[in-house]
């Protein structure tokens, strides 16, 4: 057996030099904080301003063209006109 080990190859050391680096910055809760809710506010401001635009542009389009199909006031000028003949032949309309 001690032949057996003898035969093997000799192992030598690896040796590692480690370097100190500069101390970091310390994050601590508050700074945490701070940056998330800086984070959440930049996404809110940009959706308020998105919501703006977007209400702004649904407004003035409604301006521009008040008639349409979508809020119900063009329905006025497609009526069934149902009229009732009375004995005198003239048309009234039925209530």
Same mark, same amino acid.
């Given at each position: 057996m001690f032949t057996a080990l003898a035969s093997l190859p000799q192992i030598s050391p690896t040796i590692v030099k480690i370097v100190p680096a500069?101390?970091?910055?310390? !994050?601590?809760?508050?700074? *945490? !904080? *701070? /940056? /998330? *809710?800086?984070?959440?506010?930049? !996404? *809110?401001?940009?959706?308020?301003l998105v919501g703006g635009l977007l209400g702004g542009l649904f407004i003035w389009f409604k301006s521009v063209r008040p008639l349409n199909s979508l809020n119900g006031q063009a329905s006025q000028t497609?009526?069934?006109h149902l009229t009732t003949l009375t004995s005198d032949s003239t048309p009234q309309e039925q209530r």
């Open positions: 500069p101390p970091t910055k310390e !994050i601590s809760v508050v700074d *945490l !904080i *701070l /940056g /998330g *809710l800086g984070l959440t506010g930049v !996404i *809110l401001l940009c959706a308020l497609h009526g069934l």
